[in-house]
Structures are given as structure tokens and as C-alpha cells.
């Protein structure tokens, strides 16, 4: 395929959770794909699956696309001529396309009961053959299907098939052929009257002027069905990609087992969009460039369904943090605090929010951090009550009471002069400087004991900046309170 015509694509979650980052690859490639060839990306609810829609799923998605920077130019919210863009609200037309169909003699009600069904699956099962529904012979007429509703019977529509084989040109997968004999007559319409993902979805893939369709290899066994479809409605065939499947480390399909697997919960977790979209344009994709890293719109201009491989992707979270570690290096300091501020408020943290110079000072001392999570970890600490944190015992007995107490005396000497300290980084660092010199002493050996009175344990920004933000009051209230768990 070539990238020559603009092609429309789009994204049809169903709402049941939070976006997956499976999900999130799927509306990333058709975002690009779009872009790339000047077409117009759409965003789809599919929510017409009444057990496991959830309400509250849809702005969970729409936000974290927005959070990734996968904007729609037309869908839900955004509006288009070719709405509504949920499907429970387009009941109406499927309805009519299902009603054309029966009118055309290519659909037929049935109304066999789930126990029926059963027991006619145990019979091809028992034969060691697939199941298939047979058609019966003669069609139930409108009126009948209306009594057998009222009777209380499940009344389904079902598409007429051909047992002939059915082959799709996947860009990925190559040609993908389902046999004829496993091809049977697949319900469009449900008993509840809503409308399957299969009928909905073609319909209005090709109302909305959908031509390209990418989305998850797990969908392929079902795509025969989408292509039969087309062709009883008179539909031009659009062109197809499945994504390969995303294992985790060990080759499992990637699942909550080992880790968190939803954008949402990278978020939370002080991740970058930036890095999260780099990092996801590589499941499944190569740009066949010697170089990993690109931004979503250096994205735009090397993708190529071309290089869509069919190999299973790894999800490869080590991967993921060192991409995130150098987007962070990468980054201004303004982007930080954007991305922190939007941490910090999906976070409990101790750390004053609102409190922009705080923050900035903050992301300053922090420039190595891996993710936002590493800030907290360090800081956290500072701005708790000074009697709220534990003190860590490992690191009292390595840097205080080990060798005699030799870091308990450095922090009684230091508690005088610090009382009597002008508050500034500078004069702390003399201060500590001329201490050290005097006492022969190697900078960690007086740094440590400090570090450990101030924040219970060996993990803390720079120990000047530390104090500083403590404030005098504070650090010897901290000083104060480890002397006297140790008796001084
Ligand atoms: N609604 C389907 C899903 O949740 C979309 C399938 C498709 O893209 O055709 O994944």
C-alpha cells in the first residue's frame, strides 16, 4: 500500500473501562495513518453492547486520548456532518439497513431459544464437527416472528450466507481466507433489538466515509463477516490492517497480571505522554531507521502501513522507563510542570500543587528523575509534619550509630552551628564546607547524618536544597527529634 491517497480512519472503542494500551496503539496507527495521508481521523463510540457498556468509560477515554494527544477531527464532542457518533443513538438507521435487508430477501428472523442452540452445538460437538446454524427452509414471515416475540422467545435477524470462502487482502496478514465451510448465517440484529458490533460497525464505517480500517489482530477471524456485510449492503471494501497481538516479557498476551496495562494508570504513575506515544508506535511498527525516538508529529511523517509487521509486539516495560527517563531529560522545564501539575493532581501527595515556585524548584532538583513518581519519593518528605515520617532503621545504624556513633556527634557539633546559621544554600554549604575541613572530614560523612535526621532515610535531593526548602525551624525540629530517639 501506498501512502498516496488520503485515507479516513478512525477509532470505535467500546466503552467497558479505561483505555487500554492496546487501544491506545489502534487510535495512535489510525491518528497517523490519517495524518500521514491527509485524510481525517474519527473518534466512534461503540456502545451498544447494553451488559458491558459503562457510562463513565467515555470521558475516561476521550480524556486520555486528549492526555496522548490523539485529536479527532471529527466524532464525539468534536461534532462532524456525518453524527451522532455514539452508537445507542443511531438505533434508527441500523434498524432501517437491518429492515432493508430483510426486504431484499438477504436477512431472515429466528428465533431459537439459547437452549436450542445448545443443544444443537452439543450435537456438532458430539460429531466432532463445528457448528453451524443451519437456515431453515422456509423463512419465518414478519408475523411470526412477532407472535414468537410475544411468546416470549428471543427474535434475532440473521444475514443470509453463501458456504463460499471469503478472503481479505490484510495489509499486515496477507491474504486471510475463511473457508466456506465455516461460514454460517451470523445474527445482525439482537433479540434486545439492538443492532450486533458487526452491523453497526460496517454501517457506520461506510457512512462516515470510513476507508481504511486498522484495528486489532483479534478482530481478523471476525472480518469475513464485515466483508459478506459489504457486499449485501452494496458497500465498497475498504482497506484492512490488523494489529499484531502485544505479549508481555515472557510471551503471554499482555495482561494486568504483571503490570499496570492502561494509559490511565501510566499517568498516575508520572509517565510522559510523549514517551508513552513513542513508546507505543513501536508495538508492531518499525520505522526502519537507525533511531527510536520520535515525537508524534516526527510520527506523522514516517509512518507507513508498510512496515506494519505481523510478529507479536513486546511490551517491554524496562523499555518503556528508560524512553520516559530520557523524555524527561529532553524536556523544558516548562513542559515539566505542566506534566507535574497534571501528576500532582491525579496523585494524594503531600507536595503543595498550587504552589508553582515550590514545584519548579522541585523539577529543578529533580532533572534525573525517571518518572514524577521519582520526585515524590524523594520529596515527599519535606513536606510532611516534622513527627510524620519514620525514621528508617537501617540507615540510623549505618550513617549514625555505626563506628561509636561517630554520625550521632557530627549531628549533636552540627545542631549548634545550624542554630546559629544564616538560612541561604550558599552560607549552609560554608558552613558544612568549613566543618568538614576542620574535622577532616569527607563531605558524605557529614552530609549523611543530616540527610538522615532531616529525612529518616539516604534518598533525598541535594542536601542543601533539602534544607532549604525545610527551613531552619524545621530542620532542627527534625535534628531535635532523631537526637533524642537515639538518647542525645
Ligand atoms: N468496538 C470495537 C472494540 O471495542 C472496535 C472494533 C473495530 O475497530 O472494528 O474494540
Not at 474519527?42 to 480524556?63: F, M
Not at 545550624?418 to 554549604?429: F, G, I, K, Q, V
Request: net charge negative; proline share 5%; aromatic share 8%.
Amino acid at each position: 500500500m501506498t501512502n498516496t491517497k488520503p485515507l479516513n480512519t478512525r477509532f470505535a472503542p467500546s466503552p467497558t473501562g479505561y483505555l487500554h494500551v492496546g487501544g491506545a496503539r489502534t487510535a495512535l496507527f489510525n491518528y497517523l495513518l490519517a495524518k500521514r495521508t491527509g485524510g481525517r481521523f474519527l473518534l466512534r463510540i461503540e456502545d451498544t453492547d447494553v451488559g458491558r457498556h459503562q457510562e463513565d468509560a467515555i470521558p475516561k477515554i476521550i480524556d486520555d486520548l486528549r492526555w496522548l494527544g490523539l485529536t479527532w477531527d471529527e466524532g464525539i464532542e468534536v461534532g462532524g456532518d456525518r453524527g451522532p457518533y455514539r452508537q445507542s443513538q443511531r438505533l434508527e438507521v441500523y434498524n432501517s439497513y437491518v429492515n432493508r435487508l430483510i426486504d431484499e430477501g438477504k436477512a431472515y428472523y429466528a428465533f431459537d431459544t439459547a437452549e436450542e442452540l445448545d443443544a444443537l452445538r452439543k450435537v456438532a460437538e458430539e460429531k466432532k464437527e463445528n457448528f453451524r446454524y443451519q437456515r431453515p427452509a422456509v423463512l419465518p414471515t414478519a408475523q411470526q416472528a412477532a407472535s414468537a416475540r410475544s411468546e416470549g422467545r428471543p427474535v434475532v435477524v440473521r444475514l443470509m450466507c453463501e458456504s463460499a470462502d471469503v478472503t481479505i487482502q490484510d495489509d499486515a496478514f496477507g491474504e486471510v481466507t475463511m473457508p466456506g465451510d465455516q461460514i454460517d448465517d451470523f445474527i445482525i440484529q439482537k433479540a434486545d433489538g439492538y443492532p450486533t458490533y458487526h452491523l453497526a460497525n460496517v454501517v457506520d464505517d461506510a457512512l462516515m466515509g470510513v476507508t481504511y480500517i486498522m484495528r486489532g489482530q483479534e478482530f481478523l477471524g471476525q472480518t469475513w463477516r464485515h466483508v459478506l456485510l459489504r457486499r449485501a449492503l452494496g458497500f465498497a471494501e475498504p482497506g484492512y490492517c490488523h494489529l499484531p497481538l502485544i505479549m508481555d516479557m515472557k510471551g503471554r498476551k499482555l495482561s494486568k497480571r504483571d503490570g499496570d496495562v492502561e494509559v490511565h494508570a501510566f499517568r498516575v504513575a508520572g509517565y510522559l505522554p510523549e514517551a508513552l506515544v513513542n513508546f507505543i508506535a513501536l508495538l508492531g511498527w518499525g520505522p526502519g531507521l537507525d533511531r527510536e525516538k520520535f515525537t508524534l508529529s516526527e510520527l506523522v511523517e514516517v509512518f507507513s502501513v508498510n512496515r506494519i509487521g505481523k510478529t507479536n509486539a513486546k511490551f517491554d516495560r524496562d523499555k518503556l522507563l528508560a524512553f520516559n527517563t530520557d523524555a524527561v531529560a529532553a524536556a523544558d522545564d516548562e513542559r515539566l510542570l505542566s506534566g507535574f501539575k497534571d501528576y500532582l493532581s491525579l496523585n494524594d501527595t503531600p507536595i503543595p500543587a498550587d504552589d508553582e515556585n515550590m514545584l519548579r524548584k522541585l523539577i529543578s532538583i529533580n532533572r534525573s528523575m525517571r518518572t514524577f513518581a521519582d520526585v515524590v519519593a524523594k520529596s515527599a518528605v519535606l513536606f510532611l509534619p516534622d513527627d510524620a515520617f519514620e525514621y528508617d532503621p537501617k540507615a540510623v545504624e549505618k550513617v549514625l550509630t555505626k563506628s561509636d556513633g561517630a554520625g550521632v556527634n557530627v549531628l549533636v557539633e552540627l545542631r549548634d552551628l545550624l542554630a546559629n546559621a544564616e538560612w541561604t544554600a550558599p552560607s549552609l554549604e560554608k558552613l558544612l564546607q568549613d566543618y568538614c575541613e576542620s574535622h577532616q572530614l569527607g563531605v558524605g560523612k557529614v552530609a549523611q547524618p543530616l540527610r538522615v535526621a532531616a529525612t529518616g532515610g539516604t534518598i533525598s535531593p541535594p542536601i542543601f536544597d533539602t534544607l532549604v526548602i525545610l527551613g531552619k525551624a524545621k530542620t532542627l525540629a527534625r535534628i531535635n527529634r532523631c537526637l533524642a530517639m537515639l538518647g542525645r
